[in-house]
């Protein structure tokens, strides 16, 4: 009596383990028909057990999904094999689809032959669907043909995608050796991308991307921060974009806005840059403007034509390059006038650039076939005796160099 007791409350705690799973468990006979199925299945395929009592499995699935997975079974029933995380697509009573892993032992009698099997079906429709979803954006990242990549910021775990390994050219595999720090190493990106991301969840940027021995290319950078349960930042990630071609454009439409485009002297709207950084001058800060203007230019133009008078302001243009140095600033002021303005330099050093400048045009200019003497005035102004700033200064060498042109000095 007593092992009757014990045999009943084993058999009852079996069934209260068997039917407080989340998993379907379930016995099939050696022609693969329920026998039995447990309360779960109602929560998985919205089916009540009794209902697939006398069904098989292949009555529950996609039809073609049974046509495919039935020799599986017979070949396992056949061999006495064990069934491990056998994926399946199935058909919820509703009509939707379900997937399950099955697995299952066979069930021997007393001489070895295989009666059946007990097993457990578990609903991995959303793991399955998470997979997809996952490998549908590696394919379109693989396929991408931006530089992408990600990191793990608490070891050496990189990856790049083909796009990016190709640049790089690095081989599938590699990417934790060498070019780690191509991207994730520049100074912007650690001391600020890098953090950005991390507190706020982005960053957005422009850097420099160094690759196969030095080039660089300018690219837009995004950078994502990524994490896990734990609120914890784990992985970034970054798309890059090549922005070569704009960064060249950009150039050229700075060049034409801040040059002229004949002697490729800065503009006027370059010397307003130019007073835009001088425009708060100290009693330490030596500045001097030189007014240039071309003598009797109009008769070149009107003797010759406008084509010989644009060679004669590109080589006084050139001349006046000649004789400046490098922390000079030398700009085309309009029509045949030129401006240079001279920091920390002492008027003795400004008399002898003056000098220089007027030694330059006693050479003629050659146009065509004719040799032309070109002569230019020049005004000069200095900080602080001649102004204030620059505007006034230039206002002065202006009528500084109307006098030394009128003979008045």
Request: net charge negative; proline share 3%; aromatic share 6%.
């Amino acid at each position: 009596m007593e092992l009757l007791e014990e045999v009943i409350a084993d058999r009852d705690r079996y069934r209260m383990l068997v039917e407080h799973v989340s998993d379907w468990i379930w016995e099939v006979d050696q022609n693969g028909i329920y026998t039995y199925a447990s309360p779960q299945i109602k929560d998985i395929l919205g089916y009540e057990p009794d209902e697939v009592i006398g069904k098989t499995p292949f009555d529950l699935m996609v039809p073609e999904e049974g046509e495919a997975i039935g020799p599986i079974f017979a070949h396992h029933v056949a061999n006495k094999l064990p069934i491990s995380s056998l994926e399946n697509r199935n058909l919820h009573k509703d009509g939707h689809e379900v997937i399950l892993e099955t697995s299952g032992s066979p069930i021997l009698d007393t001489e070895g032959n295989c009666i059946g099997y007990r097993g457990i079906d578990r609903d991995i429709t959303l793991r399955k669907q998470t997979e997809r979803r996952q490998q549908r954006l590696l394919d379109i990242i693989e396929a991408n043909p931006e530089f992408i990549s990600t990191y793990h910021i608490e070891g050496q775990d990189y990856y790049y995608n083909p796009a990016a390994r190709q640049l790089l050219g690095i081989k599938e595999g590699e990417e934790n050796e060498g070019q780690k720090n191509a991207i994730w190493n520049s100074e912007l990106v650690r001391t600020e991308g890098i953090p950005t991301a991390i507190d706020k969840g982005v960053w957005k940027g422009e850097s420099i991307l160094s690759y196969k021995e030095g080039n660089q290319i300018p690219i837009s950078q995004i950078i994502v921060a990524h994490k896990s349960q734990n609120e914890r930042v784990e992985v970034l990630s970054t798309i890059a974009h090549d922005i070569s071609e704009r960064k060249a454009l950009e150039k050229v439409i700075h060049h034409q806005a801040h040059y002229d485009s004949l002697t490729n002297l800065p503009n006027r709207r370059m010397l307003d840059y130019k007073l835009t950084i001088l425009q708060d001058l100290t009693e330490d800060h030596k500045v001097a403007v030189l007014f240039i203007d071309l003598n009797n230019f109009k008769e070149i133009n009107d003797n010759l034509d406008h084509e010989a008078g644009d060679h004669v302001l590109q080589a006084v243009a050139n001349r006046l390059k000649s004789c400046a140095e490098e922390t000079d600033f030398v700009c085309r002021y309009g029509g045949d006038e030129f401006l240079i303005i001279l920091e920390n330099k002492q008027l003795i050093e400004v008399e002898k650039q003056i000098e220089k400048i007027r030694a330059a045009f006693s050479k003629p200019i050659q146009v065509k076939e004719n040799w032309l003497d070109v002569t230019g005035s020049v005004g000069v102004s200095m900080y602080p005796e001649d102004g204030e700033d620059l505007a006034l200064l230039i206002k002065n060498a202006d009528h500084s160099m109307y006098r030394t042109k009128r003979g008045l000095v």
